[in-house]
């Protein structure tokens, strides 16, 4: 089960956090990955660790901000059958305390992005007789989390695009979900933790994992697990749903 042999897949910021572990195991289960960053040093740890283990990987410079960059790489990735828009950046501020540049820059990766790599896929998906696009929501995109005002506008437009593409290609056997994460432990939380927290990390270490009713963030292996599961021929029935992988926050936060 959850084959993605002779699968061709695009992961957008492949080479760290979740966007590596869903790599990894897509990789692992037979899919040749294209691991698209910022800088192909972004994506080599990545690629180093998938190619040790046997997996087929290649690495691809790119600006997802930048459409003719993504347009330019997809053509040279040639057809495929997987597109995990995963590449963003986080923002902490509330309305009247995020400056125009900052919530520009959120809006070009997080939402032009993902436009650019949705809009360069559907030829190759048409020439491959279909395809399945998962696309990196948040909680944010559900529920008011304090001073994350830009970044949660991102994702609730990547929610809002994911139902639209799944419905304007269900007739062509394209399939558009999206995964809602809560906290996640990654490298980007412990640097944002040593950052903003120098004095007291344990601590808040706790009090961000606590956040989760569960009581821990989350693993990116356990959002690949589900992103494998949402790409795979066995969720050929599943497209235009979001799932929440959240340790109870949304329903259980009270």
Known sequence: ???????????????????????????????????????????????????????????????VANQQEVLATFEKIGNFNILVNNAGIAHVGKVDTTPEADFDRIMNVNVKGVYNCLHAAISHFRNSGGGVILNMASIAAW???????????????????????????????????????????????????????????????????????IGRMGKPEEIAALALFLCSDESGFITGSDYPIDGGFIKLNN
């Open 143 to 213: 529920v008011g989390i304090p001073d994350r005002f830009a970044y949660s506008t991102a994702k609730g437009a990547v929610m809002a695009m994911t139902l639209s593409v799944a419905k304007d290609y269900i007739n062509e056997n394209i399939r558009c979900n999206s995964i809602s994460p809560a906290r996640v432990h990654t490298p980007f939380v412990d640097g944002f933790i040593s950052k903003n927290y120098p004095d007291n990390q344990a601590e808040m270490f706790d009090k961000l994992s606590k956040s989760q009713p």
């Open 1 to 63: 089960m959850f084959s993605l042999q002779d699968k061709k897949a695009v992961v957008t910021g492949g080479g760290s956090g979740i966007g590596k572990a869903i790599a990894a195991l897509f990789a692992k289960q037979g899919a040749e990955v294209h691991i698209v960053e910022l800088t192909e040093e972004s994506a080599k740890t990545a690629v180093d660790e998938i190619k040790a283990n046997g997996g087929k990987v290649f690495s691809h410079a790119c600006n």
